[in-house]
């Protein structure tokens, strides 16, 4: 453990959840120091040391401590409530009816601790048409209407490189679990802190779904365009692409300086942010004649010494060996007892005074069975008959 008192550390989480959604949300408090107790299956496919060891999982579950424990059991079910009671936290994400069926719903819980704050993650919310449905990352990516917006026009949908409503949805739910915390402060009462993929989603589009709310105007796919600001995209240059953003009129009149083309700056059809946006076409081949004079790195050098947003397209080895992401610290080192060290994503948000930390690898399913148990006044013995029971 760390030496510093962390910003959480006053808080006990119990983490029941899977996959990626909840334990991303669970990852920001275990981050921040709270006591976060992972409970799994004594013997769920997630015991599986090979998945385990996998990067994605050891990416999602460092900081915690991990006890195994079978929910289905009378025995196991004693102990979690015994736990309820001494948490501030618990954050599950199973299908909305499964909770019931295990005794471990919010108003159950409730009653032996009314100052819990009960996290949930669905997929479509936990009631209405669609709440038993499975939700998946893609399958709302799809639903929330992401798709239909990503990708070139006339491509057809294009799902995101990256798992953003899993992510997205998890940083919802940990900033309402803060907020009910915070909350609690005031009332000295816990609540229900529900959100889901699916409207995680949507209020992820952000200008796009407003642009329908609002306007009534449905969105369409624009490649590496913007929708809006022109121009704004990815260009070839000499030797390969950059991407630039120079849609508002002073950032095109620093662009077309600095092709050394103050024609273009007035050209009919370009001069306004309307014109361009109405011939977006004709302004990006334009320009682009002037990129492919010229190599990359050239550009990135001359663009951001006018102050026009520019920047090269990286694989993702060649951002983290950018030197201004090296300089953010956001990859970082963790010390497996059985891989040896290596290293994860870390936090991208920064306090001055009281940082985050690494202060474990992502335990082995049950490393902590003893510790957490033993904190609960049972005895070894007793530890080692509900181990035989596979209560543990």
């Known amino acids: 453990m760390g030496q510093r008192k962390l910003p959480l550390s006053r808080f006990r989480v119990l983490d029941l959840s899977r996959v990626r959604a909840g334990p991303c949300a669970v990852r920001q408090l275990a981050d921040w120091g709270a006591d976060v107790i992972k409970i799994e299956m004594p013997l769920a496919e997630d015991d599986d040391t090979g998945k385990r060891d996998k990067a994605d999982f050891q990416n999602l579950h460092r900081n915690k401590r991990s006890l195994t424990l079978n929910l289905k059991s009378p025995e ?88 953003i409503a899993d992510v997205g949805t998890g940083l919802y739910l940990a900033l309402g679990i803060l907020t009910a915390l915070l909350e609690r402060d005031v009332s000295g009462e816990g609540q229900w802190v529900q959100t889901s993929l699916l409207e995680s989603m949507m209020g992820i589009l952000d200008f796009q779904a407003a642009a329908w709310l609002f306007d ?30 120079s849609g508002s009129q002073g950032r095109w009149i620093k662009l077309c300086r600095a092709f050394g083309d103050e024609a273009l700056t007035y050209r009919e059809g370009f001069a306004t942010p309307d014109d361009r946006r109405r011939n977006r076409d004709a302004v990006n081949e334009a320009i682009t004649e002037h990129f492919r004079t010229r190599p990359t790195a050239e550009w990135i050098e001359k663009l951001n010494a006018v102050g026009v947003p520019c920047g090269p397209i990286y694989t993702v080895d060649e951002a983290f060996n950018d030197p201004q992401v090296q300089h953010l610290g956001i990859a970082v080192k963790v010390d497996h007892p059985r891989l040896g060290r290596r290293h994860v994503v870390g936090q991208p948000i920064h306090l001055s005074r009281t940082p985050w930390e690494m202060r474990n690898a992502t335990p082995d399913a049950g490393e902590h069975n003893n510790d957490i148990l033993s904190e609960l006044g049972f005895s070894v013995s007793e530890v080692d008959e509900l181990r035989s029971q596979q209560v543990i």
């Open 216 to 245: 009534k105007r449905v969105p369409q796919q624009a490649g590496n365009n913007h929708p809006n600001t022109i121009p704004t995209g990815t260009f070839e240059t000499q030797d390969g692409h950059l991407n630039i953003g």
């Open 76 to 163: 196991g079910k004693d102990i979690f409530y015994r736990l309820v009671k001494t948490a501030d936290v618990v954050v599950e994400n199973y299908r909305p009816d499964v909770k019931f069926r295990l005794g471990i719903d919010y108003e159950t819980l409730r009653q032996m601790n009314p100052a819990l704050v009960y996290g949930s993650i669905s997929g479509f919310g936990q009631d209405g048409p669609y709440a038993d449905r499975p939700g998946v990352d893609q399958i709302v990516q799809g639903m929330s209407g992401l798709m239909s917006v990503t990708g070139a026009p006339g491509q057809g949908p294009m799902r995101t490189g990256a798992a």
